[in-house]
């Protein structure tokens, strides 16, 4: 069955510091993987993708395979970090439809 | 490029009624999901379409179906509301199936009293 995992509901950090939202999935195959983000009164929109390797605002997120995690990254979180994180999976033939974790909200305090 | 619009935002409906929410995608996009967003569930899919045929279906219950026009606007139907359809409902975008970026649209917020 395929699931994805974020084990924190709410992360707070202070600003400077670094930031390492957890993401953990089961998943029969070969997936692709997503971090998605939700600022306040704004829409869900992607923040990065596993196969494009790029960084994106500061953030990284590497596919481990071996510990089927797929954990963001941030060295010096920002203030402006402060959102909604969601972690996503589907097949990596992409005719399957997203799965999403429960999603993680990062609170980064001044 | 205009985004993925949703009609209505709000709506207010009573258990046993019915509701039909509208989802216009990007222009040129062909592929439309639905997704269901609760607090406790978070983000569940319901339903993509494709040209027009459904393409994949989520683990919900008769009650919600949908279906895709020619011009790529979809509409998703709820029957006899529950209470447990109170809910965030998302549509979001992308130009094909495959490898693309899903862009969200704002979201339809239903309550059922």
């Known amino acids: 069955a395929q699931r994805v995992t974020q084990p924190e509901k709410l992360l707070s950090v202070f600003k400077g510091a670094p930031v390492e939202l957890k993401c953990n999935y089961s998943y029969s195959g070969s997936p692709e993987l997503f971090w998605y983000v939700q600022y306040s009164r704004q829409r869900l929109q992607l923040l990065l993708r596993?196969?494009s390797r790029e960084s994106i605002k500061g953030f990284t997120a590497d596919l481990n395979k071996g510990e089927t995690s797929f954990h963001l990254k941030k060295p010096f979180a920002q203030e402006e970090d402060s959102a909604m994180y969601y972690c996503a999976l589907r097949s990596n033939s992409g005719n399957t439809p997203l799965v999403f974790g429960k999603g993680t909200r990062l609170s980064v305090i001044a | 490029k205009a985004g993925v619009t949703q009609t209505p935002r709000y709506l207010i409906k009573t258990r046993g009624q019915q509701v039909t929410l509208s989802c216009s995608p990007i222009s040129g996009h062909r592929s439309v999901s639905w997704y269901q967003q609760t607090p406790g569930q978070g983000l569940q899919f319901l339903f993509e379409?494709?040209?027009?045929?459904?393409?994949n279906k989520g683990n919900f219950p008769g009650r919600f179906s949908g279906r895709q026009f020619s011009n790529s606007r979809s509409e998703m139907n709820v029957s006899t509301l529950e209470l447990g359809d109170s809910a965030l409902y998302l549509c979001?975008?992308?130009?094909?199936?495959?490898?693309?970026?899903?862009?969200f649209g704002p979201g339809t917020r239903l309550t059922v009293l």
């Open positions: 596993h196969i």
């Open positions: 379409y494709f040209s027009e045929t459904q393409r």
């Open positions: 979001a975008s992308s130009f094909d199936l495959a490898y693309n970026e899903q862009f």
